[in-house]
């Protein structure tokens, strides 16, 4: 075999698909290097663009019908005439506000009131936290967000949770509510029975207390919470000094579990959100919200709130009083039937089966508050008036019930939504249940409401004798009906010679439109006695001089007319030219007893007033302020912390502002912003003042009168004396 060295040095050539593969290979393994696998996005990236799209989806389907798609805002979609729904876009408390929370807290609780519902418990936790973001991000808004992106508490929250379970077991109610919620903070706790609402350290440690009193000899067994998540900034919290106001929020899982005073376990499980806010030194729960009941365990007959059905997807009309002339399709065998089909009794209530009554007793029906104290009374119905019946207002939340005490004034008192442990009323039922009330309680479909007597069934009467004025005045106190909020107010309680000239306006929203009282000389021109008769008619005078006639519901509002015989007395006085002390002849009916005597005047350096009256006076606007940065502080402070008090103002709350100045009541802010609200004085964080203007308190209601705060300001002058007719302690 011949060997041929040329051919073993020199190989064939190279085949040409393995120069196209080895190109291939090339080509493919450059453009990874130029162009590296996109790494997958995290779980917290996913769940930011899940929530975004989540967030405007649930803006546009639940809160663009009244706020507009552009957050500017729409006309009321149920009241489309009077009132425009406030703006979102650009809001600096709540849509760009510092902190997330207070759109937060708003989107669940709702805005009582309102159309605002509570979305609470017709949302997610996570459809909750999406909408928030979306408009603290949407129309060019740059607002900080929630990010519940952490699984453990801070150590302080986790000993907050620790004392919170603790304090439930024990049945505390003072702890829950100034243990756990520090005096100076204004915690909110939200359940979806009624629902379940409670603002500020009293209302919250009263509450738990009618929950553990409810329970009974039952036990809290157990409480978790699970699967929770928290958002917070870790620097913030691992800086050696944790300032006011610094947040913490979390939600997740909650359960409940309680052994009944039958030995029967019950529990109940749900979500929840919870806000936690340090303040003085130490951690606090300011805000708790849950979707499930408050009273876990209480007695099923009694007390038992079970979790309700869930609401409709959106707001619907409230009940309220219809507009002069309103209509109704009920009679009282209905409203009895729609009480029926609640299925529930009442045999131990002070109202009892109010609804199995009599029609003449259901209407005049006032039943003892308490039995401990049968003169202290409420009543049922207010004819003609559905906003101011009690029973409007039992049926809807339980909040603000009027309770008439023993001295006849009236005070405010909230009390369990009715019927109490069952389902509530369906609001198109409320509503109808209103307008029949408004209607004036008619016993038959279309019939005619109860009321005062004709006019002309009580002319004044030519002959007999004329009252005093002291018996005038007797003639209304006897009647037992207060007015502190009507234009009015109480007249039969001003001195005579301005009871004679008293003018008033006709509406709070023109002053210059006035009703005269009185006519000296000619009862049947006189507003007073076409207002004890029928209400019809009376002169009213624009703010031009010309007068009008207009109807009014008939006086004493709400409450059982007063008699012809003293109607025909009054007209007789009034044709006299109202003397002071009355003429002889025959008496009209029987005589009360004498005015009594007007106070002496107050010592100098002295005021009539103490601080039980001045929270009488406050209490008596029948205002709320629950989400106002003080607070209703005239049912929460001490006459000491009263004194004191002062209160965050401004988006960021480094501003505050001082409620009273002892021995300084022009310069007092409360005395200015009953007036006016003008150039309150509020200190900067460097200790500089200045003044801003605010809306006149109380924010949209009637007015303290002026005689009321002239007796507020010279309480205040007298260096705030905590006891009526004493000096005050404080220095000058």
Not at 59 to 68: I, N, Q
Not at 74 to 86: A, E, H, M, S, Y
Not at 139 to 158: L, Y
Not at 267 to 284: C, I, N, P, V
Request: glycine share 10%; with cysteine.
């Amino acid at each position: 075999m011949d060997f041929e060295p040329r051919r073993a040095e020199t190989p064939q050539p190279i085949p040409t698909w393995a120069w196209v593969l080895f190109l291939a290979v090339t080509a493919w393994t450059m453009f990874y290097v130029f162009n590296p696998v996109p790494q997958r996005r995290d779980a917290s990236a996913q769940s930011a663009v899940s929530l975004a799209n989540a967030g405007e989806r649930v803006y546009v389907d639940t809160c663009a019908r009244c706020h507009g798609e552009d957050g500017l805002g729409l006309r009321d979609p149920f009241d489309p005439g009077i009132t425009p729904v406030k703006r979102l876009r650009d809001t600096r408390t709540l849509a760009v506000a510092e902190h997330p929370y207070a759109l937060l807290t708003k989107i669940v609780t709702g805005v009582p009131g309102t159309q605002m519902p509570a979305w609470g418990p017709r949302l997610t936790n996570e459809e909750l936290v999406a909408v928030v973001n979306h408009i603290r991000t949407a129309w060019s808004h740059d607002a900080s967000t929630i990010q519940p992106r952490f699984r453990n508490a801070p150590k302080g929250i986790e000993q907050l949770e620790e004392a919170l379970k603790v304090a439930m077991k024990r049945k505390d109610a003072e702890a829950m509510g100034q243990c756990c919620w520090p005096r100076g903070t204004r915690p909110i706790l939200f359940r979806v029975d009624g629902p379940r609402f409670a603002a500020g350290v009293d209302e919250v440690a009263s509450e738990w207390k009618g929950y553990f009193e409810a329970l009974g000899a039952g036990e809290i067994t157990d409480v978790q919470l699970t699967d929770v998540r928290y958002d917070y900034d870790p620097d913030i919290l691992a800086s050696e000094t944790v300032k006011d106001r610094t947040y913490v929020f979390a939600m997740g899982r909650i359960f409940l579990e309680t052994l009944t005073a039958e030995r029967k376990t019950v529990s109940e499980k749900g979500r929840f959100l919870r806000l936690y806010q340090f303040y003085g030194g130490a951690w606090t729960l300011a805000f708790d919200f849950a979707d499930i009941p408050m009273r876990v365990g209480c007695d099923p007959d009694a007390e038992y709130c079970p979790v309700p059905e869930p609401p409709g997807p959106g707001p619907g009309p409230g009940p309220g009083p219809q507009p002069a002339g309103a209509t109704t399709d009920l009679g009282y065998a209905d409203v009895q039937a729609l009480f029926a089909a609640l299925g529930q009794k009442a045999p131990n209530a002070g109202h009892e089966n109010f609804w199995e009554l009599p029609y003449e007793e259901f209407v005049a029906l006032e039943f003892p508050y308490s039995f401990d104290d049968p003169e202290v009374t409420v009543r049922l119905l207010v004819p003609g008036d559905a906003r101011a019946s009690n029973l409007i207002r039992a049926l809807t939340d339980g909040k603000g019930l009027a309770v008439k005490l023993a001295d006849g004034s009236v005070v405010e008192r909230d009390v369990q939504r009715m019927p109490k442990g069952g389902k509530p009323m369906p609001p198109e039922q409320i509503a109808a249940l209103a307008r029949w009330i408004d209607a004036g309680c008619p016993r038959e479909r279309g019939g005619a409401a109860p009321g005062g007597p004709a006019r002309d069934s009580a002319p004044p009467a030519p002959g007999g004798r004329v009252p005093a004025y002291a018996e005038v005045q007797g003639y209304f106190r006897d009647l037992g009906q207060t007015a502190p909020n009507a234009g009015h107010e109480n007249f039969w309680e001003l001195p005579y010679e301005e009871f004679v000239a008293l003018e008033f306006p006709y509406s709070f929203d023109d002053p210059e439109v006035t009703v005269r009282l009185l006519v000296p000389g000619d009862a049947r021109a006189s507003n007073l006695i076409k207002a004890l008769t029928d209400g019809k008619g009376l002169a009213v005078k624009l703010a031009d001089g010309s007068e009008v006639e207009r109807d009014v519901q008939r006086m004493p509002k709400g409450g059982k007319p007063m008699p012809p015989e003293r109607v025909a007395a009054i007209a007789r006085w009034i044709d006299a030219g109202c003397p002071r002390d009355g003429a002889t002849g025959p008496a009209a009916g029987p005589a009360p007893g004498p005015a009594p005597e007007a106070p002496p005047p107050a010592a100098p350096g002295v005021s009539d007033l103490g601080y039980a009256e001045v929270v009488a006076l406050l209490k008596g606007l029948k205002q709320r302020a629950k989400h106002a940065p003080h607070g209703e502080f005239w049912r929460e402070l001490s006459w000491r912390e009263f004194v004191e008090f002062e209160f965050p103002v401004g988006e960021s709350g480094d501003e505050r502002m001082r409620l009273v100045v002892p021995y300084d009541g022009a310069g007092s802010n409360l005395i200015r912003a009953l007036k006016d609200g003008k150039a309150l004085r509020v200190r900067r964080p460097d200790g500089s003042e200045v003044e801003r203007d605010f809306e006149r308190m109380p924010k949209g209601g009637a007015p303290l009168s002026a005689a009321d705060l002239a007796r507020l300001k010279a309480w205040v002058d007298a260096g705030c004396p905590e006891h009526a007719g004493q000096p005050s302690a404080l220095p000058r």
